[in-house]
């Protein structure tokens, strides 16, 4: 009981305390809740909120590593999300909204995308998902290469992840991404 106790204690404080902290144009926040997909225990949400720079850009891509420490348990995105497994990603457009059908890629520590590009640079369930003024929302994908094709996949996250956002040409533009992470 005092176990459940103190993660409700520990979930409302990081969920209330507005604890996000910015990171060149990026700030990110981790909200934990006691369920999970069908055979997970627990996720967490982990939201980063992206501001494009006076170039359309988004810094070229962002390494989860790059970001600094959450709140007062001190862990980057990556010792958030390490050990889970990515279940589900949305895209929401903010103020000033990109270019619709902006692309997201999302790269493991290896190289290999986690929305299921075949060669790494080419979206797939992540093409035209950063929309103007639709939030969407797309579940991991994995290209079987001998089988050219593709198929939804939880991918487990054992490193620093690399989000990269192309096809946008709109300056200054604010849309959030969130990654859905079981345990």
Known sequence: ?????LGIAVALVLIFSGAALAAEGYVWSV?????GPPGFNSSIAVKVECTTDGS???DA????????????GGKTITQWMKGGYLY?????AGGKAPKDDSDLIVLDAGGM????SADGSTPYAGANIIHSTLKRGTLPYQY???LTSYSAF??????PLTFDVTNNDVNDATFTLTFYVAF
């Not at 909200?31 to 369920?35: A, E, L, M, S």
């Open 154 to 159: 939880y991918h487990q996250i054992l490193g």
């Open 56 to 58: 359309a850009a988004v």
């Open 144 to 146: 079987n290469a001998g």
């Open 113 to 116: 995308d986690l929305l299921g």
């Open 61 to 72: 891509a962002l390494t989860s590593t790059d970001l600094h420490t959450f709140g007062a």
């Open 88 to 92: 589900y990603v949305t895209a929401d």
């Open 31 to 35: 909200q934990q809740f006691d369920n």
């Open 1 to 5: 009981m005092f176990k459940r106790m």
